[in-house]
């Protein structure tokens, strides 16, 4: 922490601890244990940063709108820098009644985060591209995971109902919008889940950060199970009438009652 005085994200990310009142120790911590540097939020260079206040006290969160052409090393990298820069997720903030107690920011979920993606490692190799092959669009979240949305009638299938969680990625059931950015840039804002409607997109009444808390949940399933194995488990629990999975996630949080 000496030197010269931080400059771009790394200066952000300290602002943010402090505004968050972050301890000074967990940031050290957290440099110390996984080797941060300011290099190592160039990632989020050249992407599209997308803020959202929306209960309007000056604490803001930030999303990353991956470009088209991100490489799956360095949307997995842009994904980690999004957790660490944002210093919080907002979930359960301000006596927010939630599924389950929220897990203190620090260097033990980053490696939570990172062995996770290690485990979902198919998700940035290949579904990355999939997705923008396609024409769908994805985003950095700030509670260390990928949401998307969007895309062609092949990018269709793969999200449903409210939405979907294949491995490290949320799909937002809004299928091919006239822009899937915007989309996304419009949703984040908000601050709330969008759906699918008759009438196009529309903002429901559940918290964004729940919502991916939720989804979060169910990508540590798909890393626990293996792809094969949570797709099995799944498939079983919809033939014999169980609910476990979504249980597990969080009925409420993920907008089920």
């Known amino acids: 922490m000496t030197g010269p005085a931080p400059t771009g994200f790394y200066r952000q990310w300290l602002e943010n601890a402090v505004r968050r009142g972050v301890p000074v120790e967990t940031i050290t911590t957290i440099a110390a244990d996984h080797h941060v540097t300011p290099e190592a939020f160039t990632v989020l260079d050249g992407m599209e940063e997308i803020r959202e206040d929306e209960d309007g006290d000056g604490i803001f969160k930030s999303y990353f709108l991956m470009p088209t052409d ?4 360095d949307a997995a990298q842009a994904v980690r820098m999004t957790y660490l820069l944002n210093a919080g997720t907002d979930y359960g903030a301000g006596g927010e009644k939630t599924d389950f107690t929220p897990t203190p920011y620090g260097s033990g979920e980053l490696q939570r985060i990172i062995d996770r993606q290690k485990a979902n490692s198919w998700s940035y190799d290949e579904d990355v591209g999939f997705v ?7 985003v950095t979240t700030p509670n260390g995971m990928m949401m998307g949305l969007g895309g062609n009638i092949v990018q269709d299938p793969f999200s449903q109902k409210g939405g ?6 949320f799909m937002v059931n809004i299928d091919d919008p006239d ?10 804002t908000s601050g709330h889940a969008w759906y699918s409607g008759d009438d196009g997109p529309h903002q429901g009444r559940l918290d964004l950060d729940r919502l991916l808390h939720h989804e979060e949940r169910h990508s540590g399933q798909w890393a626990r199970e293996g792809h094969a194995g949570y ?6 629990e919809q033939i014999t009438g169980g609910n476990e999975t979504e249980e597990d996630a969080g009925l409420s949080d993920g907008g089920y009652h």
């Open 70 to 73: 991100v490489s799956g090393d």
């Open 132 to 138: 923008h092959g396609n024409g769908g669009r994805l």
């Open 164 to 169: 979907t969680a294949w491995g490290d990625t």
């Open 179 to 188: 822009d899937a950015a915007q989309q996304l840039r419009t949703m984040v």
């Open 231 to 236: 797709i099995s488990s799944y498939l079983w």
